[in-house]
């Protein structure tokens, strides 16, 4: 189990995190982050390849013959959220905040890079992929767009993000669904607006709203299987503006999860029918406006069994466990995985606060222990590349 000696490097590391985590920036709007990764990388000899997708970037280490190419992933936007930790290196930024750990997700692979380019019997191609507006503008499919595999091309590619609720320093992951895809769709209910007490002359679009509210609840108990796992969630319901006024209009806001692209199909196929046939009934109309979010994350079964392995061998058996399902959240490395075989693998937070919370804040002892994992992939693979 011996790991790489991050120790001329520990306190920086931690140096690191503490300062991207006081300089949040929402997706696409990185100027300091990523030119602060860039600065780090410059410094231990990487050239550094900017402006991918507009502020992602790609450092790569290439030593000895041509070889199949590994890639690690790392995201580093942040949420529009005002933090409520406290802590000493809060955000300086006003109404943002990293409450999904993407600063300690992208000090961890700085660590994987510095380790690497410092072993000099690594024999091998890496790429690391540092990604702008994970959370909510699909950055992994806009860097992809921009040509990533094209000019950085991978034969596998990891990921590693950190899970509150699992151990400390605990991995897990699964082959198969580890994530569900998200989409959301906006629903305009048109009626006919009126005097409260006047209900018979008008067609009201809260009535409509709520019976489609209602309806939407059976979507996933009547028609999804019991063994596939989804979500239909209305999250936002407006309408009206007085207590004695009917409004013309109600707007319901909807995301939908799913493992299971057929099911994710389905679903939409069936929030359309029953919200137009509930409106139908009340003689009022419908529109729909959908946001095709991110499919579902899906491990290829091989690049599991890799990573299981390499944690296995280097933090001990009782460092990893499989999870019994996907978690319901979503994530756009979903779009690199369409591409290239690989796999998402969570590392533990701890008893923190979840994410996406204002509490929330990145667990330090996990570290040099994620940096460590990225460092065992890369190396692994040359060790089965040369039988070594």
């Known amino acids: 189990m011996q790991h790489p000696d991050f120790s001329p490097i520990r306190a920086k590391l931690l140096e690191f995190r503490h300062h991207l985590h006081g300089i949040p920036e929402l997706g696409l709007s990185e100027i300091k982050t990523p030119a602060f990764i860039a600065e780090q990388l410059e410094s231990w000899g990487y050239k550094v390849h900017r402006g991918i997708a507009t502020t992602g970037l790609v450092a790569s280490l290439e030593r000895g013959r041509p070889m199949e190419a590994i890639g690690f992933r790392a995201d580093f936007d942040a949420l529009p959220m005002s933090e409520e930790t406290a802590v000493p290196y809060a955000s300086e ?53 921009d040509g990533l595999f094209d000019r950085f091309p991978c034969q596998r590619i990891f990921a590693l993000h950190n899970l509150p609720g699992l151990e400390v320093g605990k991995f897990a992951t699964r082959a198969g669904a580890i994530a569900a895809s998200i989409d959301v769709v906006t629903i305009t209910v048109k009626g006919k607006g009126g005097h409260g007490a006047l209900p018979e002359t008008t067609v009201d679009p809260v009535v409509v709203g709520s019976s489609i509210v209602m309806a939407l609840q059976t979507l996933v108990a009547r028609n999804v299987s019991p063994h596939e796992r989804s979500v239909v969630t209305v999250g936002s319901f407006q309408a009206g503006s007085a207590a004695n006024i009917i409004p013309d209009i109600a707007v319901l806001e909807i995301s939908m999860r799913a493992t299971n692209a057929a099911v994710r199909a389905e679903l939409q196929r069936r929030i359309e029918e029953v919200a137009a046939f509930q409106a139908r009934s009340f003689n009022a109309e419908v529109d729909f406006a959908w946001e095709v979010g991110y499919p579902a994350t899906i491990n290829a079964p091989a690049e599991v069994d890799r990573a299981a392995a390499s944690i296995s061998r280097h933090f001990g058996a009782d460092a990893f466990t499989w999870l ?33 919370s204002k509490t929330y804040d990145f667990n330090d002892a996990i570290l040099e222990r994620g940096a460590a994992l990225f460092y065992h992939l890369a190396k692994d693979a040359d060790r089965l590349r040369t039988g070594l």
């Open 324 to 356: 019994d399902s996907p978690m319901m959240f979503s994530e756009d490395f979903s779009f690199m995985l369409e591409r290239v075989p690989g796999a998402y693998i969570l590392i533990g937070n701890g008893n923190s606060s979840g994410l996406h």
């Open 93 to 145: 930024h006003p109404g943002a905040m990293h409450a999904c750990g993407h600063d300690g997700h992208t000090t961890m692979l700085l660590g994987a890079a510095w380790a690497l380019a410092q072993d000099r019997s690594f024999d091998g191609t890496v790429h690391f992929i540092f990604q702008p507006a994970e959370e909510n503008l699909g950055g992994a499919r806009l860097m992809i767009d």
